[in-house]
């Protein structure tokens, strides 16, 4: 299993590609299952998640191939519409061939994705969606079997108890593409990355409309054609890249980054004392100071998102004075807390909240990665740390980050990947 050795302390300055959204991907590939004819997706980051569920479509008669970071796909045949617990338990966002399959093939059987690191994670928003358009829902040796000769549109209100779902809303929003009469969807995702699917759905002749916001009204359409399409760029990654910069007290120049997707966290960063500046098509982050304390709650879209929480709490570790940090999408995303302590991180956890008091120095340790973010976490502590830290079981920051290591290599840093 791959590991991380990184030498602390480097400041990074430079300049970095940042790729594809990969949550923005993730369904884009599943929406390529409801189409009529090729696609070609630009911009998709060749990242584990992608290659996890390109090997998933084709199972399901999907030819995939990749060039550079472009991938095409094109439906061959539909006599398989089966993904199997083994791929799905790799990945989550499996659950995203669920509405599209059922929408144009009748009938779907999808493994019930377990739990994960970051909490128990659900789907029967999912459920519920599909359901109240008329698809008959069942639940056979752990798998869920949907079918349905035609769904038919209806108004479904998509909130839970931690607010909109972002897989949830894109299921159903592509399942009522192909669907009898026009579907509204009520407490929807905001998400840029349900918009850019919207955006590759309409592309293939759908009808959507106020995707982005928390009405979504789908108009079905009898067929819909292959197209080409240019995946949005990775906010996460971006953000994460700020904070690298933050930590080293270093200068980062990123190409294409959307600040307009970015509101919540460049805000945020501005506070606590990270220069964030547009340029050249994308933006420069820079630090020359201690960082202050803040506070600060995950929301949905356009709130701050969880998926940067475990890297903004790195950063905090080293500000000055007290930070409250508050998860409201999972609240038991707080595996990283234990890893940061071992570098001396002063973190007490109280249910959903993480209370940080900021110390001078992290210390390099042994540390152990647990799931996708919280490695990005560990990665920037140890560069931001006195020494050496080994970060253990790499591969799930694969699944998120393409070549972060070289990215962060190319800017100064000094991180080795080995087979431990
Ligand atoms: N929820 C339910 N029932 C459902 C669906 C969701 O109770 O049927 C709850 C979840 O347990 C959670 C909240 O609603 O508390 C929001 O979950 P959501 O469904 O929005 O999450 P998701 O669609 O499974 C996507 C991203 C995640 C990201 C979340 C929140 C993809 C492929 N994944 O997950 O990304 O954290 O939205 O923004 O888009 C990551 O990239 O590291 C990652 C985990």
């Known amino acids: ?133 008329g698809a008959k829902i069942e639940l056979v040796e752990g798998d869920i079997v949907a079918s349905c000769k035609k769904l038919k549109g209806n108004e479904i209100f998509l909130g839970g108890p931690f607010g909109s779902t972002v897989t949830g809303t894109a299921n159903v929003m592509m399942a009522a593409t192909l669907a009898e009469g026009t579907t509204v969807i009520e407490c929807a995702a905001c998400e840029p990355e349900v918009q850019d699917l919207a955006n590759f759905l309409n592309e293939m002749g759908a009808k959507i409309t106020g995707a982005g916001g928390p009405r979504v009204t789908i108009e079905g359409v009898e067929a819909l054609h292959g197209v080409k399409h ?84 790195t950063l905090l570790c080293l500000a000055d004075g007290n930070s409250v940090i508050t998860e409201k999408i999972y609240p038991d995303r707080f595996l990283h807390v234990a890893e940061l302590g071992r570098m001396g991180a002063n973190i007490r956890k109280e249910g959903p909240t993480a209370i940080v008091t900021g110390i001078k120095n992290l210390i390099g340790a042994p540390v152990m990665a647990s799931d996708l973010r919280a490695s990005a976490a560990l990665v920037l502590a140890g560069l931001g740390a006195d020494g050496k830290t080994t970060i253990n079981r790499v591969y799930h920051i694969d699944r998120g980050y393409e070549k972060i290591e070289c990215k962060l290599n190319a800017i100064g840093g000094k991180i080795e990947r080995s087979d431990a």
Do not use: W
């Not at 992608?50 to 061959?76: A, I, P, S």
């Not at 966002?93 to 399959?101: D, F, K, N, T």
């Open 230 to 313: 240019r995946v949005i760029p990775d906010r996460i990654e971006a953000g994460t890249f700020m904070i690298a910069a933050a930590i080293t007290n270093g200068e980062i120049e990123m190409s294409q980054v959307r600040l307009d997707h970015m509101m919540a966290v460049v805000d945020k960063l501005r506070q606590i004392g990270v220069v964030v500046e547009k340029s050249n098509g994308g933006a420069v982050a820079f630090c020359n100071r201690r960082i202050m304390a803040t506070d600060v709650t995950t929301q949905p879209y356009p709130g701050f998102p969880t998926d940067l929480q475990a890297q903004l709490m």
């Open 1 to 133: 299993m791959d590991q991380f050795v990184i030498e602390g302390g480097q400041r990074l300055k430079g300049r970095v590609e940042i790729g594809g959204s990969k949550n923005a991907t993730l369904p884009i590939l599943a929406a390529t299952l409801l189409a009529q004819g090729p696609c070609r997706i630009e911009s998709a980051p060749d990242l584990e998640d992608v290659t996890h569920l390109t090997q998933l479509l084709n199972e399901l008669g999907v030819e995939t191939q990749r060039q550079g970071d472009v991938l095409t796909t094109n439906v061959v045949t539909e006599t398989n519409s089966h993904a199997r617990y083994d791929l799905v338990r790799k990945m989550r966002a499996s659950i995203c061939v669920l509405g599209p399959l059922v929408a144009k093939r009748g009938y779907a059987r999808v493994a019930m994705p377990g739990g994960c690191a970051i909490g128990s994670r659900p789907v029967d928003i999912h459920l519920r969606g599909l359901a109240a358009m």
